[in-house]
């Protein structure tokens, strides 16, 4: 099972970026997904999540800019980024509980990451 994220990139203050996270493998289903980011000499904070229901919730520092949205069809993620700030600067890591299945056939669990998607807000 592997995550992928995309979308990343240079962005000027005030501007917006779309986030994609796509999983692979054998999978069975997906739980819950989130977005983290890891800022530059800080630890990896939690941006956003949802549930497999479409529940959301967010971090009181995107609250209102971003939005967090799934399509499980295509075991996609995204996250669109509105109003970017500099102190939004960070690479951003999607992770997701996702149930497949293992080389002997086994019913497994995997709270898998991503391996990053840089993205930069000058001001």
């Known amino acids: 099972v592997q995550l992928a994220e995309s979308g990343g990139g240079l962005v000027q203050d005030g501007r917006s970026l779309r986030l994609s996270c796509v999983a692979s493998?054998?999978?069975?289903?997906?739980?819950?997904m989130a977005w983290y980011r890891q800022a530059p000499g800080k630890q990896r904070e939690w941006v956003a999540s949802i549930d497999r229901n479409g529940g959301t919730k967010y971090a009181n520092s995107v609250k209102g800019r971003f939005t967090i949205s799934r399509n499980d069809a295509k075991t996609l993620l995204y996250l669109q980024m509105s109003d970017l700030k500099p102190e939004d600067t960070a690479v951003y890591y999607c992770?997701?509980?996702?149930?497949?299945?293992?080389?002997?056939?086994?019913?497994?669990?995997?709270?898998?990451w991503g391996q990053g998607t840089q993205v930069t807000v000058s001001s």
């Open positions: 992770n997701a509980d996702i149930y497949y299945y293992s080389d002997l056939g086994d019913l497994e669990v995997s709270a898998s």
């Open positions: 493998g054998s999978i069975v289903s997906i739980n819950a």
